[in-house]
Structure formats: C-alpha cells, structure tokens
C-alpha cells in the first residue's frame, strides 16, 4: 500500500524558514515524479513546485521561485520543501503527492499545516 | 484568480445528475495535455477521481465520468448520493506558466 506522510509543518513568523517533509513507502520512490500542492484556509487547491525522479528537473509557480526549494532523498525515501522569506499568504495546507503520466496525481499525504503570523 | 474556470457550487437532488465545467484556454486545456478531476471530502486530502481526460483509477464508481472537448472540459455524476457531497477540482498542465494548475473548486450540494 502506498502512503505518503507528511510532517514540520508548523507555526513561524513572517520572514522565517521551515522545511517539511514527505516520507514515501511502499512505491519505488525513483519511479516517481514528486510534488507538493497547498491548499489556504477555506481556498482552493494550488501547485507549489515539483521534482522529476533524477532530481535535476524542478519547477515552481511564480509565488515561490526564489524562495522554496523543492528536493528528495532516494536513500530515505523522503520529499522535501525547504520554504525561506515566509509570507503570510504561505499559510496553508501543504500536502505531497505522486505525479504519473500526464501531470495527474494518483497518491497523496494527509497533509502539513503551515501557518505564518506574527 | 484561478487559471481553470469552474463554477463556484452546484447542487442536486438524490438519484439526479449534476456535470461540472472547467474552463481553460490554449495554453493548457488546448493543447496536448489532459484534464484531471478531484474529489475532495470535508477535511481530507484530494482524492484522483478522474485522470487523462476521461479515464476512472480501480475503485471510483461508473456514475462519474469526464469529458474534454477545445479549451473546456466537464464532470458528470449521475445517480447522485449524499456521500457526494464534496468540492470537485479541475486540473491541467499550462505550457505557457510551466506548471500544473488548478481550477477554483466547485462545492457539491447534495439536497
């Protein structure tokens, strides 16, 4: 069974840093392009960045690029989003999931809370 | 503002069928790349109910089907059940922004 498990999402002030993470299993991680979509309080659905499976092909929607790095560990299995310069309109639901064929996601986490405020 | 347009909510009574449109241009719904849906319940992650337009994943019931025709596309739901009762999200690749996008979600009431 596939599952995807995030974790350190968190509360940070406006300006601040925070890495979460994303622990895959039962799939072969290296098959799989990776990504992670965030969802505001109450707002819809937003993609925020994605990785191929070497890791040397990454993409981001303009609101991010320069301030989060999107990444993966093949030896642990793991996605990562390292998030700089932390807006208040990052706050949201953070969620990773499993990018096949023609940009779909079939898997998904059940998501990382990431609230930034003063 | 959300790349892909759908309306905001649509409602049905039990046993009637309800679609859902999703609006784009052609720079992602036109061109090659497919049109994805999503169901996602009351405080749980998305979940894929539709992928490539109009194909169902092992486990998602007959009574949703998906189309695509030039820069639109919809979700039918026939035989509506209160456990329904979700927001439904469009999904596509946009060459012009490199990048996946979303629609705006559309909010499933079943009466």
Known sequence: EVQLAESGGGLVQPGGSLRVSCAASGLTFSDYWMTWVRQAPGKGLEWVASINQDGNERKYVDSVKGRFTISRDYAKNSLYLQMNSLRVEDTAIYYCATVRGTFFSDYWGQGSLVTVSS | ?111
Request: net charge neutral; charged share 10%.
């Open chain 2, 1 to 111: 503002q959300s790349v892909l347009t759908q309306p905001p909510s649509v409602s049905g009574a039990p046993g009637q069928r309800v679609t859902i449109s999703c609006t784009g241009t052609t720079s992602n719904i036109g061109t090659i790349y497919n049109v994805h849906w999503y169901q996602q319940l009351p405080g749980t992650a998305p979940k894929l109910l539709i992928y490539d337009n109009t194909n169902r994943p092992s486990g998602v019931p007959d009574r949703f089907s998906g189309s695509r025709s030039g820069t639109s596309a919809s979700l039918a739901i026939t035989g509506l059940q209160a456990e329904d009762e979700a927001d439904y999200y469009c999904q596509c690749f946009d060459t012009s922004l490199s990048g996946s996008v979303f629609g705006g979600g559309t909010r499933l009431t079943v009466l």
